[in-house]
């Protein structure tokens, strides 16, 4: 998971990184010194291949950043981006769990509660 570039204990700072990250202005190699975790190369992610294909096809939408519980009592701010690899896999199955429309915004449901348990120790 890309946690440093997606991920923040602040959203103002996250929201901040995220508009940089989908703003078409800004070069890779900009973008990449300002923020360096989204240089970071990680297995089967290709940092230029995954931006340019996302800012081609959507834009940065304010309900994708939603706050969770990353490990118990260490809430933070996320921004899921469900198209495309940003966010370790793109997990699209769950797009209708939390999305409510053609756009990808998230809703809330009151209530609602999810465990994800990694499969790797």
Known sequence: MREEAVCDFEPVV???RMRDYYDKTISNMDLFKKWPAFAMKKKRYQTTRVRDHLLSTTEYIPERLI???FRPF???WLY???MHKLLNEARQKLIPCFLTDKKYKFHRIKGQFSIVASQTP
């Open 14 to 16: 996250l929201e901040q």
């Open 67 to 69: 706050e969770f519980l």
């Open 74 to 76: 260490d809430p933070r």
């Open 80 to 82: 899921w981006e469900p």
